[in-house]
């Protein structure tokens, strides 16, 4: 069955970077003027502020607090380096469990000249080495495949197979996996892949944007659902049919709209969720 447009926005969720230009304070007047729903925090946004207080003020305002973003970039040259890493995730998962997200999202990291098997290995056992207190706090984490442009130097885990081989080995109850299409569009196994992750109950998060021809920057030059050649619509119908309920995070990076009037920005953004998604 194909999905259907999405005529309302209570699964709208919308990562604080998607609008990098925004404070806080600006985002919790506006994100529920919008009518977004759900909101994944990204921990430069926490900068200087009181978590707990933050992560109140979040929920009073109507929102659900979906995820933290974000932990990970476990490999490094040597063990000093993983050590460091290991401590800089408890610390995530600690501001997560302060703020009051469910889930930390994780970029896992590697290493460039370093073999990806290696990186892929480190991976593995970072999460091992967080998974048991990010247990203990309440709080799941997600390996997020990034697209193989980005195997040099952020992440080993590339596809969705690859995701959910390492989560299908880890063998944790709260660690699974975050589909986000910008990564994921061009893998002609994404569908089996999906739903393998659905059967595993593994399936924790769902972000959308699009992929703009030609790409001008490799980070951030992201579209907006309907900008580029992304059939998110399709995407979100194969995660639906694995089970997925949540929220479809907008996660978008990208110069050309964080130089817009945000608030223009933000109604552009709920007008593709709802026609283009
Ligand atoms: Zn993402």
Known sequence: MPAQPLNDTRRLCVHTITTKPLSMEQVLEHYPKYGVAGITVWRQALEGRDVAQTGKQLRNAGMSIVSLCRGGFFPAADEAGRKKAIGENIEAIDEAATLGAPLVVLVCGAVPGQPLDESRKQIADGIAAVAGHAQKVGVKLAVEPLHPMYADSRSA?????????????????????????????????????????????????FHICDWRTPTEDLLNDRGLMGDGCIDVRQIRGWVEDAGFDGFNEVEVFSNRYWAMDQRMYLERIVDAYKTKS
């Open 157 to 205: 885990i590339n596809t969705m197979r690859q995701a959910n081989d390492l989560c299908e080995a880890l063998k944790m109850p709260n660690v699974g996996v975050a589909v986000d299409v910008y990564h994921l569009w061009w893998d002609p196994e994404l569908q089996s892949e999906i739903a393998r992750c659905g059967r595993n109950g593994h399936l924790y998060a």
